[in-house]
């Protein structure tokens, strides 16, 4: 079997391996020429050209863009002017804008979304001191092996077995690692996916399509993909000894394709791999017969022959591990028959895997049969489509020494999604002090892996930065964890949470509800936990995200709603809550693909002396909580506190009878700024503001004689602390609440989705505007909420967007209008791309088209030769024109042909002007425009031999993406 070395884990040792039709017009992307155009600025390496409408803005890079889990930008003299587009070889970025600050541009160099905006000072402190928080015992260490053996197998369907949801057509493969155990019986299942790496390694040569790997598939000297999904072996073999059944998946053909192919980065092709591959599960499970079609090889591969292809894959690569691999078992598809429980399913996914997990989830809750996810990790992920989740326990693991995600964009997926629905889960946020973003993954290791791999906190500066440096002349203000710590904190982690979630087993509760436990085996690992209660153990009081009669201020203290950072490009509702770097506060970073709509909208709390501060009256039905386990609320030092502050936090009952204690007795974290040091490194990366929980045992409310049945207000007043002892300070406060720790109430149900149509038009002459309809695949009985946004700029040709959309009962279309701004001069470049998205979403899931690209027509010429896009035609209402791309439409010839001759093509529906693109099976597709009644009509020329009584005719518009199907009716198929 060779199963026992795998089980014998010695307890709390680390185990290394040893081993897009509506959201943009149905349509393929034009050819669009590539013109020498006027050249305004250049230095090394980097140009500014005239471009529709400005400059586009190129670097050319000495080596490909590495392959992490951030977006990338371009910075114009320090400052950045957007995401950027990726060349098909990696080797240049590009940037279209209409700010004429670039034609004077003294430096452009490549940038990083995480690592940009906001200007901070170096701070004036070496690293922060606080007090450590009392870590509570926890009785069980999820790092004690489990009891059972397991076997290890590998199976590879191929590297094209499967079509990619929403990256532009291409396949990938089907791929993975499988940790089964010996127990016999079908087991709750994991999947875990890897994150955004390096896909390619070898001397063999590159592939000029990215993937496979290889230029051919009998390449010599090979070139091999990186088997990231080997790198959780820790993770899986603590699961697989408890019990579980854990498949480990590739994603390199999305990794290889992401930035330059998919609207939303990719999260909908990783999540649709995941429900792909609980299909394939499925199949294997339940007996059937197991095959895919790899293009890639041109042959079937059935499931026998793609376990042996895993072994011989493995083979391939052992020489890639310095420490060598481990035998894998000889597994057969018949072992895999009744072997995997799919009523209980957990996920896992790391960095842009973890963008990948919720997209699965969300993918699969607009099914009209989800499958039983019950669970969800995102590690260390990327949230660039801000996506809420409901009916799903989620918990978000946050590295703080993170170079890659260093702006931890994730906790956006626990503060969205916390209110957005009505059900009944726990979301916690688990921040792993000392981690770095590579090192839960050991393939992205240094020394475990041969090729691509670093330390992404590793650049000269970061690397003696005193806070989470690992140069030895930091050694003693470093809080790195070690390469091996770290494995061993994400091992457990994340062990613990799926037998919490999936299993029942509430001993590892603490690790996750914000008690602050962690397992002994961790030694004085600083790891630290925030939740929000599932709603059915949870009476909240305040959520501090709106003004409420109910809170009121004392003294010279002010309590002002506030939301997001400041300088965003549209006019927002509420103020900003802070002007840091967006590195410096996770809760208000800007989502790539929205960086307008509101995030984190709480309460700021300021106050000028001691007893200043603010009141909650609770209400009047929630006074008893007796019921509950504590009173919850969540703290964070302000923006302008230099290292710390203080509250007392105040409960009083009906009669009078008060309870106090300082929030740094509490919880000595909450109001401290996180660790910096005075380098440029940590300034604008470190000292985040990062909400903490801080909680009140009721029980000690009701020893101190309180009258838990009638608590009638709690109050927050400015004390003086420790780090400074003034009285005056400030504060962010939210979620004031009692509750009980609890998992809640997982369910799979199906939820309406929302999605954007954004149709393209062309230019127009001056400025005008465009309509973008925003639709619901079904109508809500309860109200719908999205945040519509279209990507541009107020120097661009699209203008900047965002609007707050809400669906009433029965509501499923409305219309957002967008700038544009129109010339009547030609110009070098086709036309403008630019994304348009509904994110954010409350009472819907976002769908498959809720992210996507739009073009805008250069309409008076393309210069120098240029190859224009084809014509938009005159757009009517957005949501008119989705009800009929909707409906379809019907194309084909009356009458029945004859082989030889012509027959003529008709097809209506299309938008005035409009081309329409009209391929008939074996012939090339002719460009017909729509005459003024949005009808077109083509004289086919039959072939002289036809192998079919008819011929598929479809007709696609390439404005509106509207797409004709139909036939023509050949009389006496030739043979």
Not at 520 to 527: E, F, I
Request: aromatic content about 6%; glycine content about 10%.
């Amino acid at each position: 079997m060779g199963t026992s070395a795998r089980r014998c884990i010695a307890a709390g040792v680390t185990v290394l391996l040893s081993s897009a039709l509506l959201a943009a017009p149905a349509v393929a992307t034009p050819a669009v020429s590539s013109p020498v155009a006027a050249e305004v600025a250049s230095g090394p390496n980097w140009s500014v050209d005239r471009a529709p409408g400005g400059y586009q803005v190129t670097v050319e890079l000495d080596r490909p863009l590495p392959i992490r889990g951030d977006a990338p930008t371009i910075l114009v003299d320090g400052e950045p002017i957007g995401l950027a587009t990726e060349s098909a070889d990696g080797r240049s970025l590009t940037v279209v804008t209409a700010d004429p600050a670039v034609a004077a541009a003294d430096s452009v160099e490549p940038g990083w979304s995480s690592e940009s905006g906001g200007t901070a000072a170096a701070s004036a402190r070496v690293p922060t001191a606080v007090p450590d928080a009392a870590v509570e015992d926890l009785a069980a260490d999820p790092l004690d092996p489990g009891p059972y053996d397991w076997t290890e197998s590998i199976y590879a369907f191929g590297d094209q077995a499967v079509p990619l949801a929403a990256i532009g057509g291409i396949r990938g493969e089907l791929e993975g690692k499988l940790y089964l155990p010996t127990t016999g019986g079908a087991r709750p299942t994991v999947i875990l996916l890897h994150g955004r790496h390096g896909s390619c390694y070898g001397d063999g040569a590159a592939n000029p399509n990215r993937w496979p790997c290889a230029a051919s598939p009998d390449a010599s000297p090979a070139r091999l993909s990186i088997p990231s999904y080997l790198g959780y072996d820790g993770t899986a073999r603590a699961l697989a000894s408890q019990g579980y059944a854990v498949v480990s998946i590739s994603a390199n053909a999305v990794n290889a394709n992401d930035n330059q192919l998919a609207a939303d980065q990719g999260a909908q092709a990783r999540g649709q791999l995941i429900l792909d591959t609980l299909t394939m599960l499925d199949n294997a499970t339940n007996g059937r017969r197991v095959a895919y079609a790899d293009a890639w090889t041109d042959r079937e591969v059935t499931l026998n022959q793609a376990l042996a292809a895993g072994t011989a894959a493995l083979a391939a690569r052992a020489g890639a591990f310095p420490g060598g691999v481990d035998p894998l078992d000889t597994v057969r598809a018949a072992d895999l028959r009744g072997r995997f429980d799919l009523s209980h399913i957990g996920l896992m996914g790391h960095s842009r895997g973890g963008e990948g997990v919720t997209s699965a989830a969300v993918l699969n809750q607009a099914l009209p049969n989800p499958w039983a996810i019950e669970s969800i990790l995102p590690l260390a992920p990327v949230d660039f489509g801000r996506m809420t989740v409901p009916d799903v326990p989620m918990n978000v693991i946050l590295p703080y020494c993170d170079g890659d995600v260093s702006n931890q964009q994730g906790q956006h997926l626990l503060d969205d999604s916390r209110y957005a629905f009505d059900d009944d889960v726990l979301r916690s946020g688990v921040w792993v002090m000392g981690a770095n973003h590579n090192f839960f993954n050991t393939v992205w290791t240094p020394g475990l892996f041969s090729f691509s791999v670093s330390d992404d906190w590793g650049s000269a500066a970061r690397r003696v930065e005193p806070i989470c440096g690992t140069d030895p002349s930091v050694a003693n203000t470093s809080i790195r964890l070690s390469p091996e710590e770290q494995y061993d904190v994400g091992t457990a982690y994340m062990s613990a949470w799926f037998r919490l979630t999936m299993g029942g087993e509430e001993q590892f509760l603490p690790m996750f509800d914000g008690s602050r436990a962690v397992p002994a085996s961790l030694g004085d690992a600083d790891v630290r936990s925030v939740s929000t209660a599932p709603a059915g153990s949870r009476s909240t009081l305040a959520s501090f995200d709106s003004p409420s009669a109910a809170v009121t201020t004392a003294g010279a203290a002010t309590a002002a709603v506030c939301a997001s950072l400041s300088e965003r490009t549209v006019p927002q509702h509420l103020p900003p809550c802070a002007s840091t770097p967006s590195a410096v506060a996770p809760h208000w970073t800007p989502a790539s693909n929205g960086g307008n709509v509101p995030a984190t909208p709480l309460t700021r709390l300021t106050w000028s002396a001691p007893g200043d501060g603010l009141s909650v009256a609770v209400p009047a039905g929630q006074r008893d909580a007796s019921r509950f386990q504590r009173l919850s609320v969540k703290l964070a030092a302000d923006e302008t506190v230099g290292v710390g502050t203080d509250l007392v936090l105040s409960v009083v009952d009906g009669v009078g009878a008060t309870w106090s204690a300082p929030v740094s007795q509490l919880n000595p974290y909450a109001l401290v700024r996180m660790p910096t040091s005075d380098t440029a490194a940590a300034a604008s990366t470190l000292k985040k503001i990062v909400l903490q929980q801080v909680d009140v045992p009721i029980a000690e409310l009701s020893a101190a004689g309180l009258d838990v049945t009638r608590l009638a207000t709690v109050q927050l007043t400015g004390a003086a602390g420790a780090t400074d002892p003034t009285g005056a300070g400030a504060a962010y406060v939210s979620d004031l609440a009692f509750e009980s720790s609890a998992v809640g109430e997982p369910r799979s149900r199906t939820w309406p989705s929302i999605d954007v149509y954004a149709p393209n038009t062309d230019e127009g002459d001056g400025p005008g505007t465009t309509e973008v309809a925003v639709y619901l695949d079904r109508p809500s009985p309860v109200p719908v909420t999205g945040y519509v946004s279209v990507l541009g700029s107020a120097t661009s040709r699209f203008g900047a967007t965002m609007q707050e959309v809400t669906f009433g009962p029965g509501e499923t279309c409305k219309v957002v209008t967008a700038s544009r701004q129109g010339d009547t001069v030609a110009s070098a470049s086709a036309g403008t791309q630019v994304k348009a998205s509904v994110i954010n979403t409350s009472g819907a899931v976002m769908g498959r088209r809720a992210i996507g690209f739009t073009w805008l027509r250069e309409d008076d010429g393309v210069l120098d030769g240029g190859v224009p896009l084809p014509s938009y035609g005159t757009p009517g209402s957005a949501c008119d024109e989705l009800a009929e791309v909707q409906a379809g439409a019907r194309i084909g010839a009356r009458g029945v042909a004859r082989p030889g001759t012509s027959a003529v093509v008709t097809a209506s529906g299309f938008r005035a002007g409009e081309t329409v693109t009209v391929a008939v099976d074996g012939l090339a597709p002719v460009d017909v425009v729509a005459d003024a009644r949005g009808a077109v009509a083509h004289t086919v020329a039959v072939p002289a031999v036809v192998d079919a009584r008819y011929l598929v005719v479809t007709g696609v518009g390439a404005g509106t993406g509207r797409t004709a199907t139909g036939q023509l009716v050949v009389a006496s198929p030739g043979r």
